[in-house]
């Protein structure tokens, strides 16, 4: 799949904003690496690449942007990821569970 060089500035640019707004999530999104991904609908993570559909990115403010690229960070920061700390919980209630938590944040 080509890379959306627009989808990959706009990527960039919320990562950038993050740090100089909350450095603590900024430089924790700067320990993923992002990957592109259209088979998604939004984004998501696996604790090593932050994935993400630059048809929704595009279509997001940059606040919300930034919110997404924050929101993401923290999947990976609390353990939500690993199988360590989702032990053998169902996947689907478990992320809902954990969005409603990193939401409150």
């Known amino acids: 799949m080509p890379i959306n060089k627009e989808a990959e500035d706009a990527f960039v640019e919320a990562r950038c904003r993050l740090v100089f707004l909350h450095p603590f999530f900024g430089t924790?999104?700067?320990?993923?690496?992002?990957?592109?991904?259209?088979?998604?609908?939004?984004?998501?993570?696996?604790?090593?690449?932050?994935f993400y559909n630059p048809k929704f990115f595009l279509a997001q403010s940059k606040a919300v942007?930034?919110?997404?690229?924050?929101?993401?960070?923290?999947?990976?920061?609390?353990?939500?990821?690993f199988k360590w700390r989702r032990g053998f919980r169902i996947h689907a209630p478990w992320n809902m569970a954990g969005d409603y938590v990193i939401n409150q944040i």
């Open 28 to 50: 924790l999104a700067l320990y993923l690496v992002p990957v592109q991904d259209d088979s998604i609908p939004t984004a998501a993570v696996d604790g090593r690449h932050i």
């Open 65 to 81: 942007r930034i919110a997404v690229v924050g929101h993401e960070v923290m999947h990976p920061a609390l353990g939500h990821c």
